[in-house]
């Protein structure tokens, strides 16, 4: 991962040339990888000033749209980025505000892709926050709209998806012949968290990782892998005699592990929509005498709002949430003390200028040498710190 750039960037060694088409939405995460690529370019003796191609999707008042791209895409290596959970963008309808849906920022994408009308030289698609991903599974008569939308995407052309820690990655079955990549940002997330909370300690006696339900226990267990610390999980006691909003109501969440009594707790999780589980876990760890709480989502949407979470922080049972910023975050999150971002875009600019050099992207799918060196110098810093305290103290 630790490339030189100019050996991440040469001219000889490119595929095509790089363009970047931002959708709307992901233009503040398409303007940060940007900016990684290009300083990489000029330190590598090259000439560029932009690496995106202007486009847009504008519609008539009907409510119809139509994709342009306003410059040339023939030979290009074209990266099309975008946010289909950004609900903050809106078009007129009607003469009426609406804001997009996810159907709407996958259908733009499919637009552009068309206005590319076949000319570029390869389509590839940064979709962090994968469309349909939370409809993995097929139980009765459902739809299986994440598998279609690939299955969709590769009889367009795109020959790779980029996306981020995919609620359920076996989605990928329904198009093997095409490039599916599902990356996890887990060491972007130790680094802030080591970075935000300096006296934070990973050892056995200190630290441990709790896994919110058994879905999540495959991520949990790697952080606890690395970490080398234990790890505990909580399952779902659902009442399978009704069905709300789609599915079985979650009763109860059962605590399967060691004592947490005393330690700082990690838990990890794809997303915090409503919150209602996270919080649920976070009371029940405190109650069993933990220390600090500390939470992750890749995605941290929180669509029933964030007052819960300001009275957990107030109370002490949260210390922080960990939200990555491959989607949208409303401003009031961004400015709440116990919400700390992690910047991914300079992972994702890895990707794209190895993508677009035809080089081994293996070292970036499993950083797991790059985390072992951070928690070297984790420990170096702690050791520090603890000295800083016990001369402050005397």
């Known amino acids: 991962m630790e490339q030189s750039a100019q050996y991440v960037f040469s001219p000889e060694n490119r595929v095509a040339p790089l363009g970047i088409v931002s959708l709307e939405g992901a233009t503040e995460l398409s303007n940060k990888i940007e900016a990684h690529l290009l300083r990489w370019a000029k330190e590598a003796g090259m000439e560029v000033d932009t690496f995106q191609i202007k486009a847009s999707c504008p519609r008539f008042s009907s409510g119809d749209g139509k994709g342009i791209i306003n410059g040339t895409v023939r030979g290009y290596d074209l990266f099309f980025i975008v946010d289909v959970g950004n609900y903050s963008c809106t078009y007129k309808y009607f003469g009426k505000e609406n804001h997009m849906s996810p159907d709407d920022h996958y259908q733009d994408l ?3 892709i068309q206005a590319a009308m076949g000319k570029a030289h390869r389509v590839n698609v940064i979709m962090p926050l994968l469309y349909g991903g939370r409809q993995h599974r097929r139980s009765y008569r459902e739809s299986l709209d994440c598998a279609f939308a690939l299955q969709e995407l590769q009889s367009m052309g795109v020959e790779n998806i980029v996306t981020f820690d995919a609620h359920d990655p076996r989605v990928q079955n329904a198009v093997p012949l095409m490039s599916f990549d599902n990356l996890m940002p887990s060491y972007q997330v130790l680094k802030k968290m080591f970075r935000s909370f300096p006296d934070l300690s990973t050892d056995k006696a200190d630290f441990m990782v709790v896994s919110p339900d058994e879905g999540a226990l495959n991520r949990n267990m790697y952080y606890a892998s690395v970490l080398g610390c234990e790890l505990g999980m909580f399952y779902k006691r659902r009442d399978y005699s009704q069905i709300v909003d789609g599915r079985n109501p979650i009763v109860a969440h ?20 409503s919150g209602d589980s996270m919080l649920d876990i976070a009371y029940n760890l405190k109650a069993r005498k933990a220390k600090r709480i500390f939470a992750y989502a890749t995605y941290a949407i ?30 009031e999150l961004l400015q709440r003390p116990w919400f700390y971002e992690v910047d991914v875009s300079k992972y994702i600019a890895y990707f794209i200028s190895a993508l677009n050099h035809d080089m081994s992207v293996s070292a970036l799918i499993d950083p797991h040498e790059k985390i072992n060196a951070l928690l070297k110098r984790r420990h170096e810093e702690l050791s520090k710190y603890q000295d800083q305290q016990l001369t402050f103290e005397k």
């Open 254 to 273: 059962e605590y399967l592990g060691s004592d947490v009594a005393g330690k700082d707790v990690f838990v990890s999780d794809d997303i915090i929509s």
């Open 302 to 331: 929180f669509t029933n709002g964030l007052e819960a979470f300001d009275k957990a922080y107030q109370e002490g049972v949260i210390d922080g949430v960990f939200g990555s910023n491959l989607t949208y975050r409303t401003p």
């Open 110 to 112: 499919k637009r552009l």
